[in-house]
């Protein structure tokens, strides 16, 4: 004869917030175990691949954990990937680069307007 497992508490229904497990407990009563919601690992905000060096939490949880484990020590630590920052620099590196060569073509065509 099968044992009955009865409701603990919250929603009867089935919902993600109300995930629950059939445990065996010492007295050998089988019980509901609520199960919480599974966290999301954090994302790039450009590309949206996983974050590596940040763990995956609930929003709440991320409050009471230091801020050397939200983040990595990199510019845009926590919120890009490595990827992602190396070519924000390349891309600075370049439009510094054009503007310098843009000046010295315009430099070089005063002289030569002139004459």
């Known amino acids: ?7 603990r508490k919250r929603t009867p229904y089935n919902t993600t917030s109300a995930r629950r497990r059939v445990v065996k407990t010492p007295g050998g009563k089988l019980v509901y175990q609520h199960l919480k919601k599974l966290p999301s690992a954090p994302k790039c905000g450009d590309c949206g691949i996983k974050l590596s060096g940040v763990p ?8 009471t954990i230091s801020k050397t484990k939200k983040t990595v020590r990199r510019a845009y630590g926590g919120s890009r990937c490595g990827d992602c920052v190396k070519q924000r620099i390349l891309r600075a590196f370049l ?15 005063k002289p030569a307007g002139r004459k």
């Open 1 to 7: 004869m099968a044992q009955r497992v009865t409701l």
């Open 56 to 63: 995956a939490l609930r929003p709440r949880q991320y409050a």
């Open 95 to 109: 439009v510094e680069e054009a503007k310098i060569v843009k000046k010295v073509i315009k430099s070089q065509q």
